[in-house]
C-alpha cells in the first residue's frame, strides 16, 4: 500500500494568516492526490481533487500543488471557519490511503 | 443537491453481522462509483471498499476483505455494506460517498456517517 505522510501534524496560526501542510507519497502517484477539510462530528468535506482542481462552490483561499509525491495544500487569509482537520488522500492504486491528518488550530 | 443518509449501525457482538444502507438522491446514482470509508473513534480516515456504477467491479481494503461485501440497488438508489465476522477494530463511524467522476478512488460528497461499535 502506499503511504501518505502529511507534516506538519499539527499546526497553529492566526486569523488573517497563510499556511501551507505538505503530503508526501511512499511511491510516485502522478496527479491522483485529493484533500478534505473535517471538523469536529462532521464528515470530511472534499476541498481538491487532482492535486490542483478545486471542487465546486469550494473558495480560492484553498490551492493545491504537486505531482509525483510531493503536494501542498495552501489555505489564504484564514478566517475561524477553516480552523479543521485537513487531509490528504492518494487514490493513484488501490486502496486510496489517507495521510495521518493535520490539526490546524487558533493561535 | 446529492444527499447522502446512512443507516444501520449499532452495538454489535464481536464475531456478529451488520447490514449498512445509504440512500442517495440529488444526482443519477446509476452513473457514479461509490465507496464506503470508516473513521475509527479518534483516528483518521480509512477507506474500505468501493463498487463501479453497474457492480461488475468492486475492491476491498485487504483488513476487510472476506468479510465484508460491498453492494448496490439502482433501481432503490442504495448502496449497502454487509459486515460480517465484526473486531473490535471495526468499531468507527461508516461513511457513504460518491467518487468523483474523473476517477474511481476518491470522493466528492459525503454522508453525515453511521456509528457501528463492536463490543461485548
Known amino acids: 500500500d502506499i503511504q501518505m505522510t502529511q507534516s506538519p501534524s499539527s499546526l497553529s496560526a492566526s486569523v488573517g494568516d497563510r499556511v501551507t501542510i505538505t503530503c508526501r507519497a511512499s511511491q510516485g502517484i502522478s496527479n491522483y492526490l485529493a484533500w478534505f477539510q473535517q471538523k469536529p462530528g462532521k464528515a470530511p468535506k472534499s476541498l481538491i481533487y487532482a492535486a490542483s482542481s478545486l471542487q465546486s462552490g469550494v473558495p480560492s483561499k484553498f490551492s493545491g500543488s504537486g505531482s509525483g509525491t510531493d503536494f501542498t495544500l495552501t489555505i489564504s487569509s484564514l478566517q475561524p471557519e477553516d480552523f479543521a482537520t485537513y487531509y490528504c488522500?492518494?487514490?493513484?492504486?488501490?486502496?486510496?490511503?489517507f495521510g495521518q491528518g493535520t490539526r490546524l488550530e487558533i493561535k | 443537491e446529492v444527499q447522502l443518509v446512512e443507516s444501520g449501525g449499532g452495538l454489535v457482538q464481536p464475531g456478529g453481522s451488520l447490514r449498512l444502507s445509504c440512500a442517495a438522491s440529488g444526482f443519477t446514482f446509476s452513473s457514479y462509483w461509490m465507496s464506503w470509508v470508516r473513521q475509527a473513534p479518534g483516528k483518521g480516515l480509512e477507506w474500505v471498499a468501493n463498487i463501479k456504477q453497474d457492480g461488475s467491479e468492486k475492491y476491498y481494503v485487504d483488513s476487510v476483505k472476506g468479510r465484508f461485501t460491498i453492494s448496490r440497488d439502482n433501481a432503490k438508489n442504495s448502496l449497502y455494506l454487509q459486515m460480517n465476522s465484526l473486531r473490535a477494530e471495526d468499531t468507527a463511524v461508516y461513511y457513504c460517498?460518491?467518487?468523483?467522476?474523473?476517477?474511481?478512488?476518491?470522493?466528492?460528497?459525503w454522508g453525515q456517517g453511521t456509528l457501528v461499535t463492536v463490543s461485548s
Open positions: 488522500q492518494q487514490y493513484n492504486s488501490y486502496p486510496p490511503t
Open positions: 460517498a460518491r467518487e468523483i467522476e474523473a476517477a474511481a478512488g476518491t470522493s466528492d460528497y
